[in-house]
């Protein structure tokens, strides 16, 4: 069965600065790998997925997020953060394997961008 | 132009009630879910639907049943409302035809359902 561990409930950075929001998955097969966020009273919206080839994918809003399969993460990443950017992350697996093509939430990460 | 919408948006009930949540998505999609976000924002889905046909249905109380009319709906009905139902309750869709199979979710904006 799949899983996926957002071991940060917050992260807390200063605008300007680099931000990292931390993800590890886990399936039986190959993944194919989500980034959302959610702001208060939203559904959750799409930032960018891996399916495969380049391990550095890029996304919406200048996020882009590393795969490395070795150490089955998925962590997100901005250079520069901003006040807007503050939110609930989730990263999410889908094992290609699995033919109901559920999708695994983890824990959320609450992201606090300070001015 | 809303993609997914649920309605109501914000749902309060009586323990005891039976009570249904609505969604809709125009965005062509051929299969549908219901997620449920507890209080500690922990997501967790409940069922999906591929072309009307159930495809997950995850361990739920079978006081909760789904119904796909079409493929651009998937409701809700939720009989004996207890209070651990409050929560706020996703719907999803998304598309698993051909090279969309690996297309992400597209959700709705909640609905937001009270138990007192």
């Known amino acids: 069965a799949q899983s996926v561990a957002q071991p940060e409930d917050q992260v807390n950075v200063a605008e300007g600065n680099p931000l990292t929001v931390k993800c590890t998955y886990s399936v039986s097969g190959n993944p194919y790998l989500f980034w959302y966020v959610q702001y208060p009273n939203r559904g959750l919206q799409f930032l960018l997925k891996?399916?495969?080839?380049?391990?550095l994918v890029k996304g919406s809003y200048g996020f882009e997020a590393e795969f490395n399969k070795s150490q089955t993460s998925f962590h997100l990443k901005k250079p520069s953060a901003l006040v807007s950017d503050s939110a609930l992350y989730f990263c999410?697996?889908?094992?290609?394997?699995?033919?109901?093509?559920?999708?695994?939430f983890g824990s959320g990460t609450r992201l606090l961008v300070r001015p | 132009d809303t993609a997914v919408s649920q309605t109501p948006k914000y749902l309060v009930t009586q323990m005891g009630n039976d009570k249904s949540i609505k969604c809709e998505q125009n965005l062509g999609h051929d299969t549908m879910y219901w997620y449920k976000q507890d209080s500690k924002k922990f997501l967790k889905i409940m069922f999906s639907y591929n072309n009307k046909e159930l495809i997950i249905n995850e361990t739920v109380p079978n006081r909760f049943s789904p119904k796909s009319p079409d493929k651009a709906h998937l409701n809700l009905h939720i009989n004996s409302l207890e209070l651990g139902d409050s929560a706020v309750y996703f719907c999803?869709?998304?598309?698993?035809?051909?090279?969309?199979?690996?297309?992400?979710?597209?959700f709705g904006n909640g609905t937001r359902l009270t138990v007192t």
């Open positions: 891996y399916i495969t080839g380049d391990n």
């Open positions: 999803a869709s998304s598309s698993r035809t051909g090279s969309s199979y690996n297309s992400p979710l597209h």
């Open positions: 999410a697996v889908r094992d290609r394997g699995d033919s109901s093509y559920k999708l695994i």
